[in-house]
Structures are given as C-alpha cells and as structure tokens.
C-alpha cells in the first residue's frame, strides 16, 4: 500500500530544519523510507495521526532521497538514526522519539498530547 506525501510538509534540504530549529519549531518530524515495508506501515499510522491532528505540525523527511538532511537531523536534535522514526520537537528541542514499529497513530497522539505546555 502506498500513502501519498502531499498531506505532509517534505523537507529535502537541511536548511529547512535549521530554520524550523532556530525559530524554536514544534511538531513532529518524520523520518521515511520509501524502500521499506515496516516504514510503509508507520506511514500509514502517521497519515492516520494527520488526518485525525490536522492542526499538529507534521514534517516528513524521505530518508533514502534527502540523506543529508535525515543525518543533520540526527546530529542536531542528538536522536540516533533510525526510519522510520518520528521525532517530537517542541520549541527546537527533541521530547520524544520512537521508531520501527512503535510508530503509530496512537504513540503519536499520546506523546503530543502528554508533552504539551501546561
């Protein structure tokens, strides 16, 4: 099954993610493989989470396509590398992550909503 990415915002360059870390960014990044089945999966569970969280920021990154921005990524938020993997950013800082078959519509929401401001 495949999922179409235009619900999503794709970044294809590191610069987008500096930008959204120096603005003090939040919302969640996800991290695709277009060449695996266990990530076509975790798309499909975060299309879910988009579809039921149309207000929550939401940032796809392809990982085999955008290599060099999968790794700044990494390297900045200090999150090892995996895909799929989602990442919670919440003002430019990394507070939650999972990856491979922990990525789902329901981790997704649960980890927005018990890491939200107060």
């Given amino acids: 099954m495949t999922h ?10 590191p610069e987008e993610f500096a930008t959204f870390i120096e603005a003090q960014g939040t919302g969640f990044i996800f991290k695709h493989s277009t060449r695996c ?4 999966f975790a798309h499909g569970e975060v299309a879910e989470f988009v579809q039921q969280n149309p207000d929550v ?4 990154v392809l990982v085999v396509e955008h290599r060099a921005t999968a790794r700044e990524i990494a390297a900045r938020l ?3 590398h995996a ?3 989602v990442i919670l950013v919440r ?3 990394a507070v939650w992550d999972t990856s491979h078959n922990g990525v789902t519509a329901d981790a997704l ?6 890491t939200a401001a107060g």
Wanted: proline fraction near 9%.
């Fill in 4 to 13: 179409d990415n235009s619900t999503f915002e794709t970044w294809t360059q």
């Fill in 37 to 40: 089945p266990v990530s076509t």
């Fill in 78 to 80: 200090g999150v090892a």
């Fill in 109 to 114: 929401l649960q980890a927005w909503q018990s």
């Fill in 91 to 93: 003002d430019g800082e």
């Fill in 83 to 85: 895909s799929p993997q």
């Fill in 57 to 60: 920021p939401l940032r796809i």
